[in-house]
Nanobody, 125 residues
Framework: QMQLVESGGGLVQAGGSLRLSCAAS????????MGWFRQAPGKEREFVTA????????VVADSVKGRFTISRDNAKNTMYLQMNSLKPEDTAVYYC??????????????????WGQGTQVTVSS
């Protein structure tokens, strides 16, 4: 079992930056992929980006490519999402997710077994 806790959300103006963190606890001795998803009001939860255990492989949604960067520090069991050049359409609840195994991080939310509670990101125009 694994528990995930996000932090770092908030209100920012368009063009600004935020960094989200996701701390994992519980059974973290096995290798696991991690990812970020987001859900805007009235919309389905969508994939943002994901990272392999070694950080050698990342997958990024086209909508955030070039603006968002995912990283992780396995010594701290923590994943990060650096978000730059934020746009109003980035407004959503951001969720971190994880699952054991998977050499390449999958963009499919159904392949993630563990989820955080979410953190709100609001970008004003």
């Amino acid at each position: 079992q694994m528990q995930l806790v996000e932090s770092g959300g908030g209100l920012v103006q368009a063009g600004g930056s935020l960094r989200l963190s996701c701390a994992a606890s519980g059974r973290t001795s096995r290798t696991y992929v991690m990812g970020w998803f987001r859900q805007a009001p009235g919309k389905e939860r969508e994939f943002v980006t994901a990272i392999s255990w070694s950080a050698s492989s990342t997958v990024v949604a086209d909508s955030v490519k070039g603006r968002f960067t995912i990283s992780r520090d396995n010594a701290k069991n923590t994943m990060y999402l650096q978000m730059n050049s934020l746009k109003p359409e980035d407004t959503a609840v951001y969720y971190c997710a994880a699952n054991y195994g998977h050499a390449v991080p999958p963009p499919n939310r159904n392949l993630y077994a563990y989820w955080g509670q979410g953190t709100q990101v609001t970008v004003s125009s």
